[in-house]
């Protein structure tokens, strides 16, 4: 007799999301990559679903919209946006198309001296110095590594930067020297989102392979969270810091939630019971047919359509599935 996690898994199978079936795949019935079902699914990514639709608006340069516009003057639809979105749905990194969208970020985007990510920047000089922001960092390393470019020197420098300079402070931090001259990312207390995508970005560093830095600064984004209880505003604190973060969503872009952070921290740290009541908040938001909604995202932003907003989700649902796979039993 079927029981209410087959029929989910059903769900999260059908072939109309070709990513949420693949990871449904490799994580929740842990089939092996080299299986052909696992293989089919990964080749449907790139024909059927969002990712085709993206790619068929890229420009010949590798980019979404005028080149200049890559990230603020084209929130959501720009290039480093479609970037992040093509790493989350798991893209094919040997396509040319993804090769030249990161080949453009690298270009543009990044400060050829420390390695950090500008909101502003140019084919020709790279991003500028004086414009870097720790979030965009943070995001287009995860991006890069999830698409194929982890050993690229680039890659690494970027690596470099967020070890180096991202910082963990709850209290405010006076220094307006560089790279920390924007307020809104240091001075009350270090920006809670450059924290979050910085843990992704080292987490998709395969384990082995993180040097002792990189280790060290992960439990340091660890234990940021870990001491706020994840949500609250600041140690023992009963105010929440991001209400908006218990609003579970996909994609996240430069925000996050209760749910990314908790399957990031499950992933690299295991379980620690300062965990315990955000996993309650999202175990709580399950449905009574064992799916949760889409409830947190711009569904009109974006260059292709997702799922829409109150909506069951199949992203919020196989994420919630993967967090508690990794809880205890």
């Known amino acids: 007799m079927r029981d209410e996690r087959d029929d989910v898994i059903s769900w999260l199978l059908e072939e109309e999301n070709p990513s949420v079936r ?9 089939r092996r990559e080299g299986e052909g079902e696992v293989q089919e699914a990964r080749s449907d990514i790139m024909r059927t679903g969002p990712v085709p639709k993206i790619l068929d608006k890229q420009l010949p340069g590798g980019n979404w919209g005028r080149p200049e516009d890559f990230y603020m003057r084209s ?18 990194p040997e396509d040319e198309r993804i090769r030249r969208a990161c080949e453009f970020v690298l270009r543009w985007s990044q400060d050829p001296t420390s390695g950090g990510f500008s909101h502003l920047g140019s084919g020709e000089k790279g991003g500028r110095a004086d414009k870097l ?37 709850l209290a405010p931090f006076e220094s307006r020297e560089w790279p920390y001259q924007y307020d809104h990312c240091w001075w009350d207390h270090t920006c809670r989102s450059s924290v979050a995508k910085a843990l992704k970005a080292l987490a998709e560093v395969p384990e082995g392979t993180r040097s002792k830095e990189m280790r060290a600064t992960i439990e340091k984004a660890r234990e940021f969270f870990l001491v706020q209880n994840i949500y609250m505003k600041g140690p023992g604190s009963k105010r929440k810091a991001r209400p908006e973060w218990l609003n579970l969503g996909f994609p996240l872009m430069w925000n996050t939630d209760l749910l990314e952070l908790l399957n990031l921290l499950l992933r690299i740290g295991g379980e620690d019971s300062r965990m315990h009541d955000a996993e309650m908040i999202v175990i709580e938001k399950m449905q009574e ?36 796979e990794m809880l205890p039993r």
């Open 289 to 324: 047919n064992g799916r949760w909604l889409q409830e947190n995202r711009y569904p009109d932003r974006y260059l292709v359509a997702l799922e829409p907003n109150g909506a069951e989700s199949k992203w919020v649902t196989l994420n919630a599935l993967r967090m508690l």
């Open 133 to 169: 922001l720790p979030c965009l960092t943070a995001n287009m390393t995860f991006s890069l590594i999830r698409l194929g470019m982890l050993e690229d020197p680039r890659v690494q420098k970027a690596l470099d930067w967020i070890v180096r300079y991202q910082r963990f402070d």
């Open 75 to 92: 929130k959501y639809r720009g290039t480093v946006w479609n970037l992040i979105l093509l790493a989350e749905l798991h893209a094919d």
């Open 22 to 30: 693949y990871l449904t795949l490799r994580h929740l019935l842990k």
